[in-house]
């Protein structure tokens, strides 16, 4: 993390939801959305976040956030262990802890104006003296996230889905955080709108010192923003890299299958599909052993027994598999 100082440092994370029939899964059972994730997010750093929709990345993002309760382990914002805080002592924390959700039109009220939606955190944490102060502050805010002034006392339908993107990246920015847990802020929006959100979020973070984990299924995005990656799979990181380690060359056999299927804009350049067998299994009844292994092309008679941890295997390069454990960094190259 380049020896800047750690602001998140999550330790052995479980989320664990008990589930009951009615449920519309037919069943009971514990559902272990976030089981044992351990990593750091230092100052103004991004870590980016990947994975199958399902694996638990925005569990793991609201768990960061307090937005779901911690089953085990901890959570550490600015060195406070923030796990099983008081709601009145972490009040204070979570102006510098601030989410951006998917949907910019869902987690924008539509009744109120975005006066209103961007300031009003503001008023609740005494940021601003009065009315009239707050209204100085939200103007600048959107300004500084490139919408007119008019929008001040519009409504959220009357804006695009980028421009409502932008709102809530305001909103989010309008008690000077210090992290910003973004989840997958792209998904609904056009191509060429994420690009100009993602170039907003690089400018702000250059400007205020923000520390994002960020969210999202678009590698391509991923390796443009992040400083690190990790890959999520059935509630568990398989891989955890600087960026140019991971998209270079990839260890675990998810990561690379991921990545074998990036599209590439060059026709005259092949690249080598990584077929996956089966489908990801059931989170209620996951197999023994590596998750991964009746998927895996690459698997040990092993892999069917042991549930490889998260282990260093070259410096600053974590993976969870027993093929690389026993080969080391000198196993298979990533995709060309």
């Not at 510098?96 to 924008?108: E, T, V, W």
């Not at 539509?110 to 103007?139: F, N, Q, Y």
């Not at 568990?236 to 990839?250: H, S």
Request: proline share 7%; aromatic share 6%; hydrophobic share 45%.
């Amino acid at each position: 993390m380049s020896g800047r100082a750690v602001l998140l440092d999550v330790e052995r994370l479980h989320v664990h939801f008990r589930l009951h029939e009615g449920w519309g899964l037919g069943r009971r059972g514990v559902l272990r959305a976030v089981d044992g994730v351990t990593f750091a997010i230092a100052e103004g750093e991004t870590l980016g976040l990947v994975g199958e929709s399902g694996c638990g990345k925005s569990t793991l993002g609201r768990a960061v956030l307090r937005l779901v309760e911690v089953s085990a382990g901890k959570v550490r914002f600015a060195g406070a262990d923030i796990t099983k805080m008081s709601e009145r002592r972490l009040r204070p924390l979570r102006r510098y802890m601030q989410p951006i959700f998917q949907d910019p039109f869902g987690s924008l009220n539509p009744r109120r104006t975005v006066r209103d939606i961007v300031g009003e955190a503001m008023l609740v944490h005494k940021l601003a003296r009065s009315e009239e102060a707050m209204e100085a502050r939200v103007a600048e805010l959107l300004e500084r996230v490139g919408l007119p002034a008019d929008a001040l006392r519009r409504y959220p339908h009357e804006f695009s889905g980028g421009q409502r993107q932008r709102i809530a990246i305001a909103r989010a920015l309008a008690l000077s955080p210090r992290l910003i847990v973004a989840d997958e802020p792209l998904a609904a929006l056009d191509v060429s709108v994420q690009t100009q959100i993602v170039n907003l979020l690089r400018a702000l973070q250059r400007e205020m010192g923000l520390a994002y984990l960020f969210i999202g299924h678009d590698l391509r995005m991923i390796e443009y923003l992040s400083d690190r990656v990790a890959v999520m799979y059935l509630g568990r990181f398989v891989e955890l890299a600087g960026k140019r380690a991971l998209f270079d060359r990839p260890l675990h056999p998810y990561t690379r299958a991921l990545l074998a299927a990036v599209p590439v804009p060059d026709p005259e350049r092949d690249r080598r599909r990584i077929v996956l067998g089966g489908d990801v299994p059931n989170p209620l009844d996951p197999p023994p052993g590596c998750a991964f292994h009746p998927r895996c092309p690459e698997a040990l008679p092993a892999c069917r027994k042991e549930r490889p941890e998260l282990r260093e295997v070259a410096p600053g390069h974590f993976a969870a598999c027993l093929r690389v454990a026993a080969e080391g960094e000198g196993g298979p190259a990533g995709p060309a």
